[in-house]
């Protein structure tokens, strides 16, 4: 913009509320940007959480699947028996077990009727 060597009042005025328009945008775009950055980190986190979570759910699942294929024989037992490795007991039903319910009856994969109506428990 060129002066001509005059003064406007009402020139300056408008300049000076376009200046004041610019300043307000640029203050709302900040908060924007310092919003959308906290909304970034918060999902950042939240995805690092997920992905650690997912990671330890498939050891889990490697590990389930590396113990059922030593219990089945498919993989070459290690040098040392260890505790991961199930062996079945003559009578696999021991009622004398604490834990025997909790756990028989916390398989889904387990059908009751066929726990329950094929098996009397009998006092020890």
Do not use: H, Y
């Not at 590990?63 to 696999?92: C, H, I, K, T, W």
């Amino acid at each position: 913009m060129s002066c001509g060597g005059n003064f406007s009042k009402a020139e300056f005025d408008r300049l000076s509320r376009r200046k004041e328009e610019l300043r307000e945008q640029s203050r709302a775009g900040q908060e924007l940007m310092a919003q959308l950055v906290q909304e970034l980190l918060k999902t950042q986190r939240e995805v690092a959480d997920a992905e650690r979570r997912i990671g330890v759910l498939v050891r889990r699942q490697e590990q389930m699947a590396d113990r059922e294929a030593r219990a089945l024989g498919e993989l070459e037992a290690p040098d040392e028996p260890s505790a991961d490795v199930a062996v079945m007991d003559v009578d696999p039903f021991c009622w004398d077990d604490a834990l025997f319910e909790a756990t028989i009856f916390s398989d889904p994969s387990v059908p009751l009727d066929d726990v329950v109506g094929n098996f009397e428990q009998t006092p020890g």
